[in-house]
């Protein structure tokens, strides 16, 4: 280009890297404000959700107070009481710990100072309130301090001051808990609209940058690029066309020659006629088959094996799949009589014109194919013995049900059937003239009455119990250790060691209901044990049960496995349950030391 022209285009380079400079520039501004403005407001967000779940917990904390205060007027174990007056010492110190925290604010716990006029008004309308029961509950503590075994009328007027207020702190409570919500809805309203209107704001920069900037100095070096483009075509066009061609025909040259070379010696390779004469044959392939000198017209088959039948194979599928290929695996013998399994290809192939041929490309497999034979059968085998396995424990179960079902027959026949019998004799034999007696078989009809009651809670108690379907696992379990304690005189304790009382899936309640109850239930028939305590915790993903007793224990080793329907049949049906709701199942155990059943649920 001239001296003008170099001229020229240095201006233009100087007048288009300012404007990028400026472009970029404005984009980063935008980008640094938005930021600036984001952060600040999140950082007035940041305390928003603490806030809401410290409120909302001071509800369930005054409900806790006010559960173990109402349980002193009911216990009169001192032990108990002493626990007691522990657990409402500690709700206490964290309620007020609390309250004051959200008015006055704690770093510690990421509370702000401040609280909206709206909030600080209830918090003003609460504190009264608030001050009542905290009154009353620090009255009982310091009485229980002086005399744990005090008497419930010196205790009832703090109770009734706590659970008088309950109601109206929980109400106030609530609207303060709605009204941090509201707020913070609020803050997140404005935070949207400040992005959206920040995004807006970008997107003009980009627009403006791209209209007057961008695309005009694009339009501009697309141009010069083209020209430069095409005048360095131009001038290496015919420079490069002949020297191109040499080396592109020397270099297939040499592909072709190092590509059969590679096949010869790496791959089992065969050219052959489209009439199954062999035309050539690999390095590879002479070695596998010791095939050293061969006679144009000898016949591909007849090399690859000196079995009649697979001979007649690979020649039916050369014949069938010569015009369009075929891959797959091909089964042959060696003449020393080994078995050689081939991955092979069969590829149609026309070196000139008139002349067709087939390539042969293969693989040997014969290590693979045995191992995969050998993964069929292993295979074969293991499900031949799960279905065994799965028949044995699903007549188990069958069996186990219709003598449940004929349990609770005979229950009903033999206990209420009779007693309905009696019933209904002593009513057709009232006599209404003779006052004195019919008021005797009256009281008897009573007491009868009673006692069917009684049998029908009793047969129906192994059944689905009411507690589980009405209230949860923790009711239903306290009952069960409750009643099976009172039925075989055994010490069986339930302990909620972190207060759970969430309610699950019903098909996941009753599982582990049952669970619970087999492993009870084997504690009382086959460990000996006089103490059986089962405990539950939880965290926010897992639910722990752990049943243990002190009976005579076992090696859970020796234990027989259900292959044939002998034993063990109680721990299988504990297995297949807690499986079928994705939870696991550990069993310790030690002769002379007990056994521990650990059941871990997922929630």
């Known amino acids: 280009m001239t001296k003008n022209g170099n001229s020229l285009d240095k201006k233009t380079f100087d007048k288009l890297s300012r404007l990028y ?54 216990s009169s174990d001192k032990k108990d009481r002493e626990i007691l007056q522990k657990n409402i010492k500690e709700t206490l110190y964290l309620w007020n710990f609390s309250h004051n925290s959200l008015q006055k604010g704690n770093d510690s ?102 209209l007057f900037i961008f695309w005009p100095t694009a339009k501009s070096v697309k141009a010069t690029l083209s020209e430069l483009l095409s005048a360095e075509k131009k001038a290496k066009k015919m420079a490069f066309e002949a020297d191109e061609l040499s080396i592109s025909k020397e270099k297939s040259i040499k592909e072709l020659r190092a590509l059969s070379h590679a096949m010869d010696e790496t791959l ?64 042959s013998t060696t003449k020393q009589g080994e078995v050689v399994w081939l991955e092979m290809s069969i590829i149609p192939y026309n070196p000139s014109e008139d002349k067709s041929e087939l390539l042969i490309i293969a693989s040997e497999i014969t290590d693979r194919k045995a191992a995969q034979l050998e993964i069929e059968r292993l295979t074969k085998d293991s499900f031949e013995e799960k279905m065994s396995q799965q028949k044995i424990i699903s007549s ?35 006599n209404i003239a003779d ?19 009684k049998g029908v809670r009793t047969a129906t108690f192994n059944l689905t119990p009411p507690e ?35 309610r699950l899936d019903s098909l996941t309640e009753i599982n582990i209901y049952r669970i619970v109850q087999e492993a009870i239930n084997n504690a009382i028939k086959y460990a000996d044990s006089s103490h059986i305590l089962v405990s539950l915790s939880h965290s926010k993903s897992m639910l722990s049960l752990v049943i243990d007793d002190d009976g005579k224990g076992f090696e859970p080793s020796k234990v027989k496995k259900v292959k044939k329907g002998d034993g063990g049949m109680g721990m299988t049906f504990m297995k297949e349950r807690i499986k079928y709701i994705d939870g696991r199942l550990f069993l310790n155990s030690e002769l002379g030391k007990g056994t521990r059943v650990t059941l871990n649920i997922p929630i």
């Open 396 to 430: 188990k179960i069958i069996e186990n049900q219709e003598k449940e079902q004929n349990r609770i027959a005979k229950d009903v026949h033999d206990g209420i059937g009779q007693m309905l019998t009696g019933l209904k004799y002593n009513l057709e034999s009232i």
């Open 268 to 331: 089992l390779f065969a050219r052959i006629s489209t009439n199954g004469n062999l035309i050539h044959f690999g390095n590879k392939f002479s070695r596998l088959f010791k095939l050293s000198n061969f006679k144009q017209d000898i016949l591909f088959w007849n090399v690859l094996s000196i079995n009649e039948n697979e001979q007649l194979l690979i020649e039916d599928l050369i014949f069938q799949h010569k015009k369009t290929g075929w891959q797959g695996e091909v089964k």
């Open 109 to 210: 716990l990421g509370l702000p100072k401040q609280n909206s006029d709206h909030i600080t008004r209830e918090y003003n309308a609460l504190n009264p309130v608030f001050n009542t029961i905290l009154k009353a509950s620090n009255s009982i503590v310091e009485k229980l301090e002086k005399d744990l075994l005090i008497s419930v009328d010196e205790l009832t007027s703090d109770i009734k001051k706590i659970t008088n207020n309950e109601g109206e702190f929980l109400l106030i409570m609530d609207r303060i808990v709605n009204q941090y919500d509201l707020e913070a809805n609020k803050k997140v309203v404005w935070l949207r609209k400040l992005e959206f209107l920040l995004m807006i704001l970008t997107l003009l920069i980009l627009l403006g940058e791209f």
């Open 468 to 502: 589980l379907s009405d209230h949860g696992i923790v009711p239903a379990i306290t009952k069960l250790t409750q009643e099976l304690g009172r039925l075989t005189g055994k010490e069986i304790v339930f302990f909620n060691k972190t207060d759970f009382n969430i």
């Open 21 to 74: 400079i400026i472009a970029l520039s404005t984009i980063a501004l935008s980008v640094i404000i938005s930021q600036i403005l984001v952060r600040k407001h999140l950082e007035t967000q940041q305390s928003d959700s603490t806030v809401i779940n410290i409120a909302g917990r001071q509800r369930m904390l005054s409900q806790k107070l006010t559960k173990e205060v109402v349980s002193l007027s009911v």
């Open 435 to 453: 006052i004195d007696k019919t008021a005797i078989k009256i009281e008897h009809l009573k007491e009868l009455t009673t006692n069917i009651i």
